[in-house]
């Protein structure tokens, strides 16, 4: 579109005049150096229009772009009266070896995947287990990454830590799977699009919008890629994961019948609404209630309640229980 093309050229404008500043301090020839990054520019007998400068060693040479052309480092210090100087050999720190490695787009896309596959397994076996704990781990290492790499910063890695608690909350103290686990997976989805999307240009091309919109889309199109591998995964593991060694660890497999006295509990729970009892701890939404001599995890609408305090059932939704104070 047309305002595309208009932000491209605004921003090839900014580079075209910082080529030609710099090889212009350096005694070289502006328009060589403009053409190596604006290919509207033409110049007879050098370069098209249309087609981006590239030059050779000889070329270069001809031109004045370049002084010398040497084998190797050797000749370069003796070209440049150097060999009297201090050399100081550097390697490659083991951290940035890791942030390389954690940053590749293979392993970055598999920490995201088996991250998110990880937390969605939490969700169907109770407690907190090996499933969320590798999943965390993931998602952590993927940030680590990231945050090493200067491709995100302490606000994706606020949004992250934000999410994932919220997320333990609701698996861990709160009956069911409500608001705050969708929110918590929600703002971990965002602190993961955020971290692909680096906005660090020039002060007066920071804000290009076909910048901005190329860095969204390469976002958006890695997203899409963890949400079919998620996809594929969930159905993966919801087909085999049962009948291997692993879902047979996590699992309930037992039967358990009427005969033995046992009763689906959607049928005993919602015998409950309308009945009364007290609460047996302090409920901070969530917590134990005595009703009729059982003890049953409840949840309120968000107040708290003292322990001790009278309450009534008001909505039975799955395995949630829904309590009011009585006044």
């Not at 720190?93 to 991250?115: C, Y």
Request: some cysteine; aromatic content about 8%.
């Amino acid at each position: 579109d047309g305002e595309k093309v208009k932000t491209s050229e605004k921003a090839i404008s900014y580079f075209r005049a910082e080529m030609r500043a710099t090889a212009q301090a350096k005694g070289r020839r502006g328009d060589l150096a403009e053409a190596m990054v604006d290919p509207d520019i033409e110049i007879k007998g050098i370069t098209a229009k249309g087609k981006i400068l590239t030059l050779t060693s000889t070329q270069a040479l001809e031109l004045g772009m370049a002084d010398a052309v040497v084998e190797d480092y050797e000749a370069a210090v003796k070209l440049l009266n150097l060999t009297q100087a201090n050399r100081v050999a550097t390697d490659t720190h083991w951290g940035e070896k890791i942030a390389r490695a954690l940053t590749d787009p293979i392993v970055s896309s598999l920490l995201m995947t088996f991250g998110f596959l990880g937390l969605l397994m939490e969700m169907y076996t109770p407690g907190f287990g090996a499933p969320g704990i590798i999943g965390i781990t993931c998602l952590l290492l993927f940030f680590f990454g990231q945050y090493s790499a200067n491709l995100a910063g302490w606000e994706e890695l606020l949004l992250f830590g934000i999410g994932a608690v919220l997320l333990i909350v609701e698996l861990l103290f709160i009956p069911g799977f409500g608001v705050a686990g969708v929110a918590g997976i929600a703002l971990m989805a965002v602190a993961v699009v955020m971290a692909f999307v680096e906005l660090e240009l020039p002060w007066d091309t920071s804000f290009e919008l076909g910048y901005v919109a190329e860095a969204a889309q390469m976002a958006a199109s890695r997203l899409a890629i963890l949400m079919v591998a998620l996809t594929v995964g969930a159905f993966v593991f919801s087909k085999y994961l049962p009948g291997s060694r692993l879902g047979k660890s996590v699992i309930l497999e037992s039967a358990t019948t009427a005969a033995e006295g046992y009763v689906s509990q959607s049928a005993a729970e919602l015998a409950l609404v309308g009945k009364r009892g007290r609460a047996v701890g302090a409920l901070r939404p969530a917590g134990i209630a005595d009703i009729e001599g059982r003890r049953i995890d409840v949840v309120t609408q968000g107040d708290f309640i003292e322990p001790g305090s009278e309450i009534e059932v008001m909505l039975v939704d799955g395995n949630r229980v829904v309590v009011k104070k009585i006044v």
